[in-house]
Every structure is written in C-alpha cells, then in structure tokens.
C-alpha cells in the first residue's frame, strides 16, 4: 500500500497479450472482500458501439463498492446487478485512465485522452465505459485523484443543486469525512454557503483542511440538539431520524438524505425516504432525497469545479490493484479519511 498518491503522466501501454488482463474477479456475492473477490487474469474488454474502451490508471473505492459486491440490500439484485451472483465480475465503478479505443458511434473521444468516468468493472487494467458516463479528466488532478471523485463528486454535486443551496445560506453536511460529504461540504463553499460539517474526533482535522467553517465531532455534540439551525442539511451518514434532522432545520430549511449505512438486508435504508415522502405535503420544509444519476454532463461540471481551484478530491491512502479487497474492507471498517484509490498501473507516483 502506498500513501497519498500525486502525479503522473500517460505512459504507454505495457506490453502483453493483447486479449486478457490482470483483474479482480468476483464469481460470488460475500459480504469479505477477501473472501470473494481474487486478483488474476481476465478476458480483455471490447467497446460495444457506444462504448469508450479506457486503459485504466486508477480506480476508487466508495460504498456503493460493498453494495456491489455484496448484492445487499436485496432489492439492488433485482435491479440489474445480478439476482443469485453478480453480473458484472467485477465490482469497481469509478475509474481515470486513458482512451485505448472506442465503439463506431462514439464521437468526441480519441485514443490517447485522458479521462475519467463510472463503469461497471473498473479493478482492471481496460474497461469499457459507455461515453455518456465519461468525460475529460480534470486538467489538474493526477490519475489516481480523477478516479477519486465520479460517483463521490457527482453525487454530491447533485445534492447540492437538490438543495438549491445559495450564497450566505448554513449548510451542514452530515459525513464530511466521507466520500460524498467531502465533495458535498467544498462544493457547498463554493457556493459561497457557511459550512458545518460532522465527522469523528479522528477525522476533524481532514475536514477541517477541506475549508469548512465549522467541525463538529459527532461523537461528543449532539449536532441536532436545534441550537444552531440549518437552512440545508446533507445527510451521508449515521441515519438520524427524520424528526431530530427537521428540528435542526430552519422553519422552510431543506433536507437531501443521500444515504447511511444499516445492517438491514430489506428496505431499511428507505425508511426515511418514505417517511419525508409521506410528511412532504404537511411542512414549509423541503424533505428530499438523492437517487445520484452519472452522467458526463454532471462530471464535466464537477471537472470545472475542481479546475477552478474550489473543489479538491481528498484522498485518503492508495492500495495496488492485487490489494483490492484490503482497499474495500478499509472503507468498510469506517477508517477511510476521505477517498481510496486503486494503482491500477502499479506505480502511481509519490
Ligand atoms: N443517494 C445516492 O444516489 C447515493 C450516492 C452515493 C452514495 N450514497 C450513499 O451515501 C452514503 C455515504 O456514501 P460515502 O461513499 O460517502 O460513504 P463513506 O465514505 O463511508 O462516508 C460515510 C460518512 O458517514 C459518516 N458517519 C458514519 N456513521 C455516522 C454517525 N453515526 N453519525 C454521523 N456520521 C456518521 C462517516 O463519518 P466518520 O467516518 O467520521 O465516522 C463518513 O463521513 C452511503 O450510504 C452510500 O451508499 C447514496
């Protein structure tokens, strides 16, 4: 494993046999990465007609990872990824890398672009990425930082558009140590909203160099207690009820529930979806919530933001492609300050 990873350019691609690759592949659903996923060789992608085929520097790790690789909660298998082993072998989503080649009705890409996007299979050294979910890399991020922020960047900034946050509004950003919360909480200031954002003691001083205004250590301060009042709430973690975040909330205060982890295997995350859904209709506040949909509109709008200096992916540590499944379980335990990388490549430099 190596630390915070920096820069590095596009070398060519290595040489090999041109039909298979190394990759992790997982043949079941388990919810230890150790146990489920395996690193070894793979049939090499082909790009379907709308498709990008990308030599994949780097990847990242996020949530949705575990949910992937797990088929849990038990509705997401029956929305596509698989009902009795997952589809796709392999469970990474986010990548940066470079065009390799590209299907007959892809426009606006050429081989050698460096980019960076969402698809399903991204622990491997060539993944195929339908165009409409991938975009030019952000000119001032290394590889390894690009492939930090599709799905974490692009949530949060629909979360925040969600929110309709404006300038001098209170935000808090419920996770800002997180993957979302970290994008969610810098794209709030830059919207030029007073942040607070909520994290455990170990991780205030990461979110405090995020640029926030204010860190609360979840652990010690009751953050609803209703003595600070918030026009917008981002919720991306511990689940708190629906009554103590609208206790929290100005009289007409917005709330976007992005998510939180429960060891339910059902619908329990969905139960405050469906309580704000159904209390909607009675209350000045706006109760909503985010189903983040990735799109290369939305990354070349966050590849701006991060270019305009306001928006910085924070990475936490960077684990090689061989040590995927320590990579998960890593964000699994709650101790990823921030994102995690995949070096695909091997030799992300320092
Ligand atoms: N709706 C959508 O479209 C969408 C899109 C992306 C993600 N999600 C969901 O959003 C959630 C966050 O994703 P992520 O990738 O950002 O996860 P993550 O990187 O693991 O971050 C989780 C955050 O939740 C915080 N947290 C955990 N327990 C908490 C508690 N009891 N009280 C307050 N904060 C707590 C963590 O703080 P500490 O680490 O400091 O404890 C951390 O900041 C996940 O449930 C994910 O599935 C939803």
Same mark, same amino acid.
Request: avoid cysteine; proline fraction near 0%.
């Given at each position: 494993m190596k630390s915070a990873p920096l820069d590095r350019t596009a070398d060519p691609a290595p040489a090999s046999d041109p039909t298979t690759m190394k990759a992790i592949i997982q043949d079941s659903y388990g919810a230890v990465a150790g146990d489920v996923l395996r690193f070894g060789d793979a049939p090499r992608p082909v790009a379907g007609d709308d498709e990008v085929l990308v030599r994949v520097v780097a990847a990242s790790v996020d949530r949705g990872t575990w949910h992937v690789m797990t088929g849990l909660p038990y509705p997401m298998r029956a929305a596509g990824f698989g009902m009795r082993k997952p589809k796709s072998p392999n469970p990474g989503r986010c990548l940066a890398g470079v065009v390799e080649s590209f299907g007959r009705?892809?426009? /606006?890409f050429k081989p050698g672009d460096e980019v960076y996007g969402t698809c399903s299979g991204s622990f491997a050294e060539y993944a195929c990425v339908k165009a409409k979910r991938l975009a030019p890399k952000p000119a001032n991020l290394s590889f390894a930082e690009a492939a930090a922020a599709p799905i974490s960047g692009v949530s949060a900034l629909q979360a925040i558009r969600k929110a309709d946050v404006q300038p001098g509004e209170k935000v808090l950003v419920i996770g800002a140590s997180g993957g979302v919360g970290s994008f969610a909480a810098q794209i709030a200031r830059a919207a030029g909203a007073e942040v607070t954002g909520t994290a455990r003691a170990s991780k205030t001083e990461m979110v405090r160099r995020l640029g926030v205004d204010r860190v609360i250590d979840y652990t010690r301060e009751d953050f609803l207690d209703g003595q600070v009042r918030y026009d917008v709430i981002i919720d991306t973690g511990g689940n708190r009820e629906l009554a103590g975040l609208r206790k929290a909330l100005t009289e007409t205060g917005r709330l976007v529930i992005v998510g939180g982890e429960t060891? /339910?295997?059902?619908?329990d995350a969905l139960t405050r979806t469906f309580k704000s859904l159904l209390l909607g209709p009675f209350t000045k506040q706006k109760l909503l919530a985010l189903m983040s949909i990735e799109n290369s509109g939305d990354l070349i709008a966050l590849k701006e933001l991060i270019e305009s200096g306001k928006v910085a992916p924070a990475v936490d540590r960077t684990y090689p492609l061989s040590e995927t499944a320590a990579a998960i379980q890593y964000v699994q335990d709650g101790r990823a300050q921030g994102k995690v990388v995949i070096d695909v490549e091997g030799d992300l430099r320092q």
């Open positions: 009705q892809v426009t /606006g060891d /339910g295997k059902w619908f």
